[in-house]
Every structure is written in structure tokens, then in C-alpha cells.
């Protein structure tokens, strides 16, 4: 039965990766249709849309009482973010380049964004009140840089990509990534009672491995490409997403509660402190290393074996 489970929760990750795949090229092309420039497609319109599976699963999470899973979920996929997707694209490219100076600026209020929810948990309970607080952040985090949009007509534009067999292979793909996030859910809900594992353990690693697919294909392919800037304003727009969209919505619908602190106090640690680390490496070359790629994946590892090895001493 674990394997079935196992199985289901794998093919619907390869569905859910697919199907956020075609949504990137529409947003990629809308963001070249629009003018954008470059590091606001990256960390606003990609940042979303790889993020997507994220926000979807938290609010179907919230939806079938099992918020923690939303929690888990966001702290996992942001420290995969870090750890995994871009310390593979840095080892697959060969090291990435940062060309662009507001990385710094963006990276500096990513990180006080990602840490906003984490203060709001402090008492152990993220309410409805605190999820409306992160999504007017969130708007306001998007508000700021749309303002370095060119000036083009948007209007015209929107209506030349307004064709509808593009809509409707837009909203088919939304129904898809709705449906595969449920399945995800309803899977690796069974997967923790099998397994007598927290709800949280599974979203810090298992959910958060499937919905970061998304950003792991996206950042080592603009890494290939030599663009640093695409890379790193993917790994901080999902960042914000997943800490004050997803963890908003998710709050607003059905309050997060956390029964297991410890885990979560571990997860919280490991997420400063690759950041940080991250920050840092990027901070004095402007210049992502292989060997430092690989840093930053070790420090994953070892984020995976202390909060399983602190499970099995339980």
C-alpha cells in the first residue's frame, strides 16, 4: 500500500512539473510581450508561476484540515530552493554570474519577507489575521517592483495574447495543477499515517521535493544559458511566494497550528542559515561557484538527516 501511495504522489509530481512547465513559456512570452524587464519577469511573473504548485497545495491543504502540511511544505521547498535548485544549477552551468546590482537589494528584503511568517508563529498558530497581514505584504512586495516596468501598451498587448485556444489551455492547466495538488495532498497524508511520521516531516521534504521540480528545471536551464539574473530572481520571487502567499492563503482558510516545535524550530535554523550562507557566497564575487553549489546542497543533506534522525530518536 505505501508503494501505491508512493507511486501516485510521484506521477502526479511529474504531472504537476509538466503542466507548470507550459505555464512558464505563457509567462515568459507575456513578459516579453509587455516589456518587461528581465529580473521583474524572474521574481515576479516566474517567481509565481513555479511557485504555483506551492500555493496550490497549501490551500487545498488548508481546505482538508491539514494546514500543517502547508507549513511544511514552504519551509522545505524554500530551503530545496536554495539547497537544491540552485546549488545543482550552479554545479550543471559551472557557476552562475550575478550581473544585475538589484539582486542584492531584493535578496536583502527576501529575506526579511521569508522571515515575516516565522515571527508570526512565534505563539505556535498562524491566524486568519496573520495570513492577511502576509498578503498585503505581498501585494505590496509585487507594487514595488512593477514599478520598474517599461512603459508599453499594455493594453494592446494583452489583447493580441488574448486568443482563445491560449485561455483555454491556460485554465485547463490550472484545473490540472488543481487536481494533481489534491492528489498530492490525499497521498502524502496516507504516506505520514503508514509511515507514523509528522504531517509537517512529509511537507518539509517529500511535498517540498515535488512542488520545487518546477524552480530545479527552471533555474539550471537559465544557468545553462548564462543567466544569472533569471536564476536568482526565480529562487527569490518563489521564496516570497511561498512564505507570504502560499502560508497567507493557506492561514486565511484554516489556521496553521504547530504541534511538532521542535522540527519546526530545526527547519527555521537550516532556512537562516543556508540564506545566509547563500547571501554570503554571492556577496563577495558576485559569482555562484560549482564547489560552492555544492555547499549549499551539503548543507541540505544534512538539514534531511538531522530532522529524520531527530523522528527515529522518538
Given amino acids: 500500500m505505501i508503494v501505491f501511495y508512493f507511486l501516485i504522489f510521484l506521477f502526479f509530481s511529474v504531472v504537476l512539473v509538466k503542466t507548470t512547465g507550459f505555464l512558464i513559456k505563457l509567462i515568459k512570452h507575456l513578459g516579453a ?41 514552504v519551509l522545505g521547498s524554500n530551503i530545496a530552493d536554495i539547497g537544491l535548485a540552485l546549488g545543482i ?33 512565534a505563539d505556535k498558530n498562524l491566524s486568519l489575521i496573520d495570513g492577511l497581514i502576509l498578503i498585503l505584504v505581498y501585494i505590496w512586495y ?15 498587448e494583452i489583447q493580441s495574447l488574448a486568443l482563445p485556444k491560449a485561455l483555454g489551455q491556460f485554465f485547463l492547466a490550472i484545473f490540472v495543477i488543481l487536481f494533481s ?8 497524508t496516507a504516506l505520514a499515517e503508514f509511515l507514523g511520521v509528522p504531517l509537517l516531516l512529509i511537507g518539509f521534504f517529500l511535498v517540498a ?12 536551464e537559465a544557468a545553462k544559458e548564462r543567466k544569472g539574473t533569471i536564476v536568482f530572481g526565480d529562487l527569490l520571487g518563489s521564496i516570497v511566494v ?45 559569482r555562484l561557484e560549482r564547489w560552492e553549489g555544492g555547499v549549499l546542497i551539503v548543507i541540505y543533506l544534512l538539514f534531511a538527516i538531522l530532522e529524520f534522525s531527530g523522528v527515529l530518536q522518538h
Fill in 33 to 73: 510581450s509587455l516589456g518587461l524587464k528581465p529580473f521583474v519577469v524572474s521574481s515576479i511573473l516566474l517567481g509565481l508561476v513555479t511557485s504555483l504548485p506551492e500555493v496550490v497545495v497549501g490551500v487545498v491543504s488548508a481546505l482538508e484540515g491539514k494546514s500543517i502540511l502547508a507549513l511544511g511544505n
Fill in 89 to 121: 544549477a550552479a554545479i550543471v552551468s559551472g557557476g552562475i554570474v550575478v550581473t544585475d546590482s538589484v539582486v542584492f537589494k531584493d535578496a536583502t528584503v527576501a529575506f526579511f519577507l521569508m522571515l515575516l511568517p516565522i515571527f508570526l508563529l
Fill in 142 to 156: 509585487n507594487l514595488s517592483i512593477a514599478k520598474e516596468r517599461k512603459d508599453v501598451d499594455i493594453k494592446a
Fill in 181 to 188: 495538488a489534491d492528489i498530492l495532498v490525499r497521498s502524502a
Fill in 209 to 220: 521535493i515535488g512542488t520545487s521540480l518546477p524552480e530545479i528545471v527552471v533555474e539550471i
Fill in 242 to 286: 511561498n512564505s507570504l502567499l502560499a502560508l497567507g492563503l493557506t492561514a486565511m482558510i484554516s489556521p496553521i497550528k504547530i504541534s511538532h516545535f521542535r522540527e519546526f524550530l530545526g527547519a527555521v535554523f537550516f532556512l537562516v542559515f543556508i540564506f545566509v550562507t547563500f547571501f554570503l557566497l554571492i556577496r563577495t564575487k558576485r
